[in-house]
């Protein structure tokens, strides 16, 4: 037995059988497990705001600093394009890519628990190295400890919160990842706000306190429960099914417990899951779920907004504490979608939200690409009224990617894969996305300073394809068994003709149907 069709008996029709209720035990896990999305979040918003603060500019980068306060008119799109300034950014992406394939081995054999509180330490020692930084490459160094405690929390949190949720909430569940990730943006702009104004050791204080949700993550971790998927997947059935019993607030977990059992004798039945995801059977997940969407998540540009946000609103013309402030109401403006996402996600399912959000960045990319065709970029602060039509764009524009690639596209690629390919799976979304949000994030501040304006309509053009491409190619998961979702692929329009081609589709279909049947209810019928 290998790859996708692994569900196959698990996915046997007993997701009706399932039972149980939503229990204070599962609540607090999944604040808990959610929590890990915090340290994402944090260094977002705290790397953005420090790289736009003068004291940190002075002491590291003192030619930016000076460029900065240049009033010359070839500056206005160029103030900050630095590759050494952009590295400080990027080098925690690029260290994160890494660690993922670590944290796959981590999650596999020791639990999902195990990569969250690995992630915690690391990152708690990325942000006192950065606090006490006195130079470059400690300043690098600090964030590869940042991006290693990443590489392991974004592996392990989508997972747990997938694996521990009741189907039909899934979604709602899964997107706590990006609730918390939004908080802590939001977070760390206001105490940007604050430390601006602490000279000149305002920016250590920012870094350092990065030590807090690590601290928070890992002392919860100890109180943490392992998913029962993962359980079992190591051979632990006894603690996994009481642990599936406290979770679910019932006893009567058999029909859930045996689709566990079985999904994981098929797992254990696959040798190389990373070398699985290129078989036949599972070019759906390979394409969609680990290479399209980690990768449009970030070609949206959103991360580059959340990156640059401060240093983009003084490009425009903005003071620095009025960027900071800006900074504090997008963080706000993604906070209010995670949240509109959570509602709405398992009632009108993902591909609506995909793709109302897509025309809505698309248009406010338009304008805001057409306001600094016309009005930037001349020497000159834009006046209020076009500033305030400029933040009124990109708050709808983060708003957009708030309830939509945001939190689904960690959400979507977490529900794809069967268990047996589950962590690869999961590693290579990380090691994907992370390849990308460190290719953007190296490359925005050049991007903007030699394509100007036009680097807004790059994006636009690239949202159009995201939303072409999960109109044709991505099946709607909500509310659909997580042991379950590769047999959306057999319906599809486009990928039965792929999955199809498999040698051994038939007669892992054959089994699928004899599952089936062996646990209708008697007396139904065909």
């Known amino acids: 037995m290998a790859g996708g069709f692994a569900g196959v008996e698990a996915g046997g029709g007993r997701a009706e059988q399932y039972e149980g209720r939503i229990t204070p035990y599962f609540i607090l896990a999944c604040i808990v497990g959610s929590f890990g999305g915090s340290l994402f979040g944090y260094d977002l918003g705290v790397s953005s705001g420090v790289t736009s603060m003068d004291d940190f500019l002075i002491k590291f980068f003192p030619d930016v600093y000076n460029r900065k306060h240049a009033h010359l008119h070839e500056t206005d799109y160029c103030k900050y394009d630095n590759q050494v300034l952009t590295l400080f950014t990027s080098s925690l992406y690029f260290a994160g890519l890494v660690s993922t394939f670590g944290a796959s081995y981590v999650t596999k054999r020791h639990g999902r628990r195990g990569s969250i509180m690995v992630g915690a330490v690391s990152f708690f020692l990325g942000g006192a190295v950065n606090a006490a930084a006195v130079n470059v490459a400690m300043l690098i160094v600090g964030r590869v400890l940042l991006g290693v405690g990443i590489g392991f929390g974004n592996q392990a949190v989508p997972l747990y919160l997938s694996e521990i949720a009741p189907f039909r909430i899934r979604g709602a569940v899964n997107q706590l990842f990006q609730l918390t990730t939004c908080l802590g943006i939001l977070v760390a702009n206001v105490i940007n706000y604050f430390t601006d104004r602490i000279h000149p050791w305002g920016w250590r204080l920012s870094l350092g306190l990065a030590v807090v949700p690590a601290t928070a993550i890992f002392v919860g971790a100890l109180f943490l429960p392992e998913t029962p998927n993962s359980l079992v997947e190591r051979g632990r059935l006894e603690e996994a ?35 699985n995801l290129l078989a036949v059977r599972n070019r759906p997940q390979l394409i969609i779920g680990a290479l399209g969407i980690p990768a449009f998540q970030q070609l949206s540009g959103m991360n580059s907004i959340l990156f640059y946000s401060p240093v983009i609103f003084q490009s425009l013309g903005f003071g620095s504490s009025a960027a900071l402030y800006s900074s504090i109401i997008t963080g706000s403006m993604l906070v209010v979608g995670a949240l509109v996402s959570m509602v709405v996600v398992d009632r009108l399912g993902r591909r609506v939200l995909f793709m109302e959000a897509g025309a809505q960045m698309i248009a406010s990319m338009v304008v805001v690409a057409t306001i600094l065709a016309l009005k930037f970029g001349h020497g000159e602060e834009l006046s209020k009224g076009v500033s305030t039509v400029l933040v009124v764009a990109i708050c709808l524009f983060v708003v957009a990617y708030g309830w939509s690639w945001g ?8 529900e794809l894969f069967p268990l047996e390919m589950r962590s690869a799976g999961q590693s290579v979304v990380v090691c994907v996305n992370l390849f990308w ?13 030699h394509l100007r304006w036009g680097v807004f309509i790059l994006f636009a053009a690239l949202i159009v394809v995201m ?46 149907e004899m599952a089936a049947a062996a646990v209708k209810p008697v007396g139904t019928s065909e």
């Open 241 to 275: 099914r009481r642990v599936l019993e406290k979770v679910r607030g019932t006893h009567k977990v058999d029909a859930e417990f045996e689709d566990l059992k079985e999904a994981s004798e098929a797992a254990r039945a696959v040798r190389g899951t990373f070398r």
């Open 407 to 414: 939190p689904l596209g960690w959400l979507v690629p977490s």
């Open 437 to 449: 949000t460190a290719a953007v994030a190296q490359c925005f501040l050049a991007a903007m300073c």
């Open 467 to 512: 939303s072409v491409f999960v109109v044709l190619l991505l099946p709607e998961t909500k509310q659909v068994p997580i042991e379950e979702i590769w047999l959306l692929f057999d319906k599809h329009w486009y990928w039965k003709r792929v999955v199809t081609k498999d040698p051994k589709y038939q007669g892992h279909h054959h089994r699928q």
